[in-house]
């Protein structure tokens, strides 16, 4: 079974930043995604960034130029750098692996981001 540990979330102002890393018990080399997703109250988890197998990655319109998604194959960890953070940042961030296809993912615990005016 395949676990994910998030951690690197916390308490920021606006305009800080934040690293968070996820630390995947198997290969993230041979998986065909890995991503963050965030989940602010009374909204639906949205995607965040992901990196597919072409490598490429694909970010949310919000974040585009703030977020850097990167990962660590040897290490077995996925990251991710936000900068210029806005309170509308604020969520829950999970970590996700894709084995598929068909579908095959498994989910982080995730960690709490908080940006502050």
């Known amino acids: 079974q395949v676990q994910l540990v998030e951690s690197g979330g916390g308490l920021v102002q606006a305009g800080g930043s934040l690293r968070l890393s996820c630390a995947v018990s198997?290969?993230?080399?041979?998986?065909?995604?890995v991503g963050w997703y965030r989940q602010a109250p009374g909204k639906q988890r949205e995607s965040v960034a992901v990196?597919?197998?072409?490598?490429?990655?694909a970010y949310a319109d919000s974040v585009e130029g703030r977020f850097t998604i990167s990962r660590d194959n040897a290490g077995n960890t996925v990251y991710l750098q936000m900068d210029s953070l806005k309170p509308e940042d604020t969520g829950v961030y999970y970590c996700?692996?894709?084995?598929?296809?068909?579908?095959?993912?498994?989910w982080g615990q995730g960690t709490q981001v908080t940006v502050s005016s």
């Open positions: 996700m692996i894709d084995y598929g296809p068909p579908r095959y993912a498994f």
């Open positions: 198997s290969t993230i080399g041979s998986s065909s995604s």
């Open positions: 990196i597919r197998v072409s490598g490429r990655p």
